[in-house]
């Protein structure tokens, strides 16, 4: 199983790459569900996949529902916007204004998560390289559902080879209660490429 | 020779603070710079001592820097005070121009800082 140590500087770096990323994406689901969207302080680490899924979700069998996004440039991976199945829901009715009971809700889920999928994983992509002066290119997203290991464990490649760059940040819509996770799952060259473009980033800022 | 210049950073992330701390002092080198990672550490630094200018965070562990304000604005009567977010909701900014202040969207650079500077009219060339 991989790991990586990221240094002090590091973490605080991204934590505040991601903070500016999900503050305008944050604004912009304000404005689609006219209503003050909360942000919590951003923290970070990296872990092998098995334990950023027991870590993101303490109950192994718990449905979540995510928008996943596939990227590729400089450093490439998955992204993962995650909530909890009946959080998802919630928020879907109020992206659409609905009274409907929650069961009726499902049919649209699919479309109004990846729309905000679309639009918070996109922030993140646009901060990341517009910040670190860096390529990246962001693939269609794509609605998933299961348990946390089921969703991180999609796709190619050896499980083992991979790490997740766990972004805790809760984003939460006071009246429905409403809590997001992002998840950057990338093997382990590629997050070797990603911080070799944090250090440089960070040595022009001393300089 | 010139009044040195006395600014207060206020943000948790020491990225952030370092890339205020390095414009400022590349803008002009009479500039010093005190740095808080908290609200609450910030407001003991107001206690301690006035401040030219001040450059506020929101989001942070403990007290917001929306919080803290008003107390900031009473212990630093004379400072410039500009609140610097990534959370540019409209309830955000919208609060930091009802007290009167400036507002800064993250990501920082140097052209929005020098400017917050140029327009408080303490950048080294008014100071």
């Not at chain 1, 790991?3 to 990323?21: M, P, V, Y």
């Not at chain 1, 490439?76 to 009971?101: C, M, N, Q, Y």
């Not at chain 1, 699919?110 to 729309?115: I, P, Q, R, V, W």
């Amino acid at each position: 199983m991989k790991t990586l140590k990221l240094s002090e500087l590091q973490l605080d770096t991204l934590a505040e790459i991601f903070n500016i990323g999900i503050g305008s994406a944050a604004a912009s689901l304000s404005e689609m569900i006219n209503e003050d969207v909360q942000l919590s302080i951003p923290s970070v680490s990296c872990l092998p996949v098995m334990q950023a899924s027991s870590t993101l979700t303490g109950d192994q069998s718990a449905i979540l529902s995510a928008v996943e996004q596939h990227f590729s440039g400089e450093f490439e991976g998955t992204a993962f916007l995650l909530f909890p199945k009946g959080e998802s829901l919630e928020l879907v009715r109020r992206l659409i204004s609905s009274d409907l009971p929650l069961e009726e809700l499902s049919e649209f889920e699919e479309d109004a998560l990846k729309e905000v999928g679309n639009v918070i994983l996109n922030a993140c992509f646009y901060t990341i390289s517009n910040m670190l002066d860096c390529h990246l290119d962001g693939d269609i997203p794509n609605h998933v559902q299961g348990s946390c290991q089921e969703i991180l464990g999609r796709g190619d490649g050896d499980i083992d080879e991979k790490v997740v760059l766990m972004l805790s940040m809760t984003f939460s819509i006071p009246s429905g209660d409403i809590n997001g996770e992002i998840s950057y799952m990338m093997n382990v060259k590629s997050m070797q490429n990603f911080l070799r473009i944090v250090d440089t980033y960070l040595t022009q800022i001393i300089s | 020779m010139s009044k040195r210049m006395r600014l207060l950073v206020v943000d948790d992330s020491k990225m952030s603070r370092m890339m205020i701390t390095s414009i400022v002092k590349e803008h002009d080198d009479n500039w010093d710079i005190i740095q808080a990672a908290s609200a609450d550490e910030a407001l003991t630094c107001s206690l301690e001592g006035q401040f030219d200018a001040v450059t506020l965070d929101v989001n942070m562990p403990g007290k917001t820097g929306l919080e803290i304000i008003p107390e900031l604005k009473e212990n630093l009567p004379s400072a410039h005070i500009a609140v610097i977010s990534a959370n540019i909701q409209k309830a955000t900014t919208t609060a930091v121009y009802e007290f009167g202040l400036r507002f800064i969207a993250k990501p920082i650079t140097e052209s929005k800082i020098k400017l917050f500077l140029k327009e408080a009219g303490i950048d080294c060339e008014n100071a």
